[in-house]
Structures are given as C-alpha cells and as structure tokens.
C-alpha cells in the first residue's frame, strides 16, 4: 500500500455515517487492542479557537520535557498534519505502516455493513499511532460538536478544555446556545478537571457550569486579566502572565483568549496531576514556537496577503477586530471561497464595511458555495466584486485590486487557504 493509496482509501469513505454513535468505532479500537486505553489526554472542544488552544498546550507540554501527541482538524496543506509527536508530522512511511493495521479490520467491518465515517478512521489512525509511539500525553481536538464526535471514544481525559462556543454547525448541533454547548459539554467526563475559556456568553456558560457540577468534575474558568499585553507589532504579541515575560508569534485578541486557556489548562496538570515537569520557562519557550497556519498569518510582499480560515460569523468578527487593529487605513480586498453550509450572508456583512473589493474563487469541495452566489452577497453591501476560475488567477486579481500599498485578505475556509498557502512567498512572521 503507498501513501497515495492510503489517502484514497480514507478519504473514499462517507463524511457522516448513516447511523450516528460510537458502537462501531470502538468495535474497531477493541479489534487494535484498545490503543486509547493506554494514553492520558487533554481533550479540546469549542466552536473556535480549539486548534490554536490544543496547539499551544502541546507545544507549551513538549517544551516542559514531554513527549506529546497532537491531534487536530481539519488539516490546511498535508493530510499529515491532523498527527503530530512532538511538533512533527507522522513521517509518509510510518503513516502507511499505521494504515496496513487499521484498514484491513475496518473494510471487513464496512462489508459486514458497519459503517465507519472518514473521521472515525482518521481518529482511529492518529490514536493507534500515539500509543505505538508511546506518548506522555496526547492533545486531541475535537473535529465537530464533542458528545457523538470520534475522539470521544476515550475515557476520562486529565482535562478538558472548552474554548469559546457560538454558532455554527447548528444542523446538527442545534440552534440555540444552549443546545450547542451541551453537546461541545458531551466530553465531560465523571470526575475529570475541565477548564472554560474567558468571555464565554453567559447561555453557554450556564451549560458548562451544569453539566461539570453533574459531572463531578472541578471547573477552572481561566481569567484573562491575568495575561497582559504589553506590546503588538505585525510581527507578534508581547505579553505578561503572573509576571512571566511570554512572546508569542500570533496576533489578536482571541489567541491572547486562547493563550490563557492554554496556561490554565498547564496549571491544572500541573497542580493536580503530576506533571511537575511544566515550568514558566517551558510554557514560554512553547508559546512562542507556535505557528498557526491560517489564522491571521501574514505574508509578506508588495501588497501584504493575509490567510485567515474564518468561515462562521464569529470567525468573522474576530477577524474584522484584526483589520482594524493591524491593518487600518489600507485598501483591503478579500479573496474568498465559502462552504454552502455556513451562514455566509452575516459572515459577509460582519466584514463587507472594511472592504474595498472582493474576488471570489470556486472551492474544491463538493460543499463549495457557488462563486456567483457568493459575489452577490458581497454586491448586495456595496463591495466592488469580481470572480476568478482558480485561487491562482484569483490571488493575482485581488492584487491588483488591491494595489501596492493595500493587502489582500483571505478568509472564508480553511480548505481554500490551503491552495492558497503554496502560492504565496514566504510568512512574515
């Protein structure tokens, strides 16, 4: 089996499975010897922010002396990017050797007609390839919701983090706040540590504050007044938290919010669950060798790009925060791709008044909205609008739009800012 041959075989499976629940996922780890079983985790739910959080908490862990595993989603650029030892992607070789054990016992569980959705197989991958390499501790974020999601096959984890929770998803997920966070709530588990970003709406907060007493779990509500920005520059965010000097190379309001989860979290498995290895040198020398594709990440040239995977209205407002406060006065001129099932229209009317212009481009994906339709949400709030065949002409066209001296802004799915990412020069960050 080559890698090339593995990735068809994933990704050839449905995305959703026809019968929802976890029966037939742990049918399969049971049959790999239950590599869950022999791992500790922190498990990362939220609308937003749960990649960036997961994200600093391992390399915050694996600069404390840990060996640790990180499991994300969705990826940007490489598949490989979803598995993770130690800030490196699994190796292509390694990956196809975790494939040959997984894959065999899930196809004969597909032919006897127990379906398996592409996520589950992933989750199954990435946790049968932390217990072979032997993982202090794994990071793992969920993929969408938390209670019926794929990693929460695993017992008990040593925390769970719940990042800030909005709309989105809410076909599945539900329509109010409160029925959205009782699923992101769904991977609390009895007697497990969890700790709760700050500036959580109160509905939201309310749920969480439910189901950990029910839970039995000890409840730590990070505190942002605790982290301190003491300088901004395009370049990254100077902070204090505690006193302790912490650099960081991402910007904006929301990672200061995710960074102060992410220590939280350390804090816990610190003060309560032995990991006396985590110390302020190791947490500041993680924080600041974060790197986050797509979230606000600029690049350099004449004029400016940005790549944000915003693509939900919250998404969008933290976004709009950042192009005021980084970007102000410049000619800015998105480059666009959404998915049909977002709430496109208030995604684009959060951002349409800091617009000059926008250029849409078709995404690769069945779910892709269509340009056209698109553009004209765009039209209908008075932004000049044009439309390109490829993210490549399209990228060329919003320059120009833009002009030397303006940026080009994209946003709308992290799937179109992974064919946009090669195209660009370099970070300047």
Same mark, same amino acid.
């Given at each position: 089996?080559?890698?090339?041959e593995?990735?068809?075989?994933?990704?050839?499976?449905?995305?959703?499975k026809? %019968?929802?629940?976890?029966?037939?996922?742990?049918?399969?780890?049971?049959?790999?010897?239950?590599?869950?079983?022999?791992?500790r985790?922190?498990? %990362?739910?939220?609308?937003?922010?749960?990649?960036?959080?997961?994200?600093?908490? +391992?390399?915050?862990?694996q600069?404390?002396?840990?060996?640790?595993?990180?499991?994300?989603?969705?990826?940007?650029?490489?598949?490989?990017?979803?598995f993770?030892?130690?800030g490196?992607?699994?190796?292509?070789k390694?990956?196809?050797?975790t494939?040959?054990?997984?894959?065999?016992?899930?196809?004969?569980?597909?032919?006897r007609?127990?379906?398996?959705?592409?996520?589950e197989?992933v989750?199954?991958?990435g946790?049968?390839?932390?217990?072979?390499?032997?993982?202090d501790?794994?990071?793992?974020?969920?993929?969408?919701?938390?209670?019926?999601?794929?990693?929460?096959?695993i017992?008990a984890?040593?925390c769970a983090?719940?990042?800030?929770?909005?709309?989105?998803?809410?076909?599945i997920?539900?329509s109010?706040l409160?029925?959205?966070?009782?699923?992101?709530?769904?991977?609390?588990?009895?007697?497990?540590?969890?700790?709760?970003a700050?500036g959580?709406?109160?509905?939201?907060?309310?749920?969480?504050?439910?189901?950990?007493?029910e839970r039995?779990?000890r409840?730590t509500?990070?505190?942002?007044?605790?982290?301190?920005?003491?300088?901004?520059t395009?370049?990254g965010?100077?902070?204090?938290?505690?006193?302790?000097?912490?650099?960081?190379?991402?910007?904006g309001?929301?990672?200061?919010?995710? +960074?102060?989860?992410?220590?939280?979290?350390?804090e816990?498995?610190?003060?309560?669950?032995?990991?006396?290895?985590?110390s302020?040198?190791?947490?500041?020398?993680?924080?600041?060798?974060?790197? !986050?594709?797509?979230?606000?990440?600029?690049?350099s040239?004449?004029?400016?790009t940005? %790549?944000?995977?915003a693509?939900?209205?919250?998404?969008?407002?933290?976004?709009?925060?950042?192009?005021?406060?980084?970007?102000?006065?410049?000619?800015?001129?998105?480059?666009?791709? !959404?998915?049909a099932?977002?709430?496109?229209?208030q995604?684009v009317?959060?951002?349409?008044p800091?617009?000059?212009?926008? %250029?849409?481009?078709?995404?690769?994906n069945?779910?892709g909205?269509r340009?056209?339709?698109?553009?004209?949400?765009w039209?209908?709030e008075?932004?000049?609008?044009?439309?390109?065949?490829?993210?490549?002409?399209?990228?060329?066209?919003?320059?120009?739009?833009?002009?030397?001296?303006?940026?080009?802004?994209?946003?709308g799915?992290?799937?179109? +800012?992974?064919?946009v990412r090669?195209?660009?020069?370099?970070?300047?960050?």
């Amino acid at each position: 089996m080559t890698y090339e041959e593995v990735l068809q075989q994933i990704h050839a499976l449905h995305r959703f499975k026809k %019968v929802p629940g976890l029966a037939h996922l742990r049918t399969l780890l049971h049959t790999l010897g239950d590599p869950q079983d022999y791992l500790r985790f922190v498990h %990362v739910a939220g609308t937003n922010g749960k990649g960036s959080t997961s994200t600093m908490i +391992a390399a915050m862990l694996q600069h404390s002396g840990f060996r640790t595993g990180l499991f994300t989603s969705p990826f940007v650029v490489d598949f490989r990017e979803r598995f993770q030892l130690n800030g490196r992607m699994i190796p292509r070789k390694e990956l196809v050797r975790t494939a040959q054990a997984v894959l065999p016992p899930l196809m004969e569980m597909e032919h006897r007609g127990e379906d398996l959705s592409e996520f589950e197989a992933v989750t199954a991958l990435g946790l049968y390839w932390f217990a072979q390499k032997k993982c202090d501790v794994v990071v793992l974020e969920v993929g969408l919701g938390g209670r019926l999601d794929a990693t929460n096959v695993i017992a008990a984890p040593l925390c769970a983090v719940i990042t800030h929770i909005s709309y989105d998803h809410t076909e599945i997920l539900g329509s109010t706040l409160t029925e959205i966070a009782g699923e992101k709530c769904g991977i609390l588990k009895e007697g497990c540590d969890v700790v709760c970003a700050p500036g959580q709406d109160p509905e939201a907060l309310a749920v969480i504050r439910r189901t950990a007493k029910e839970r039995h779990c000890r409840l730590t509500e990070a505190d942002a007044s605790l982290l301190h920005v003491t300088a901004e520059t395009l370049s990254g965010t100077a902070m204090q938290y505690r006193g302790q000097p912490l650099q960081m190379r991402l910007l904006g309001d929301y990672q200061v919010v995710n +960074a102060s989860s992410a220590l939280a979290c350390m804090e816990v498995l610190h003060q309560y669950h032995g990991f006396s290895g985590i110390s302020a040198k190791g947490c500041a020398d993680g924080l600041a060798a974060v790197r !986050m594709p797509a979230r606000f990440e600029i690049f350099s040239g004449s004029p400016l790009t940005v %790549v944000d995977g915003a693509h939900n209205p919250d998404g969008a407002q933290a976004l709009a925060a950042c192009l005021r406060r980084y970007l102000p006065n410049r000619r800015l001129v998105a480059l666009s791709g !959404m998915c049909a099932d977002k709430d496109t229209a208030q995604f684009v009317r959060t951002l349409a008044p800091l617009f000059f212009g926008a %250029v849409m481009v078709p995404l690769q994906n069945p779910r892709g909205m269509r340009p056209r339709e698109l553009a004209s949400l765009w039209q209908r709030e008075r932004v000049l609008t044009q439309m390109a065949s490829s993210p490549c002409t399209g990228l060329e066209l919003a320059r120009q739009l833009a002009g030397p001296d303006g940026a080009v802004i994209m946003c709308g799915s992290l799937y179109l +800012a992974g064919e946009v990412r090669p195209l660009l020069t370099g970070p300047l960050l």
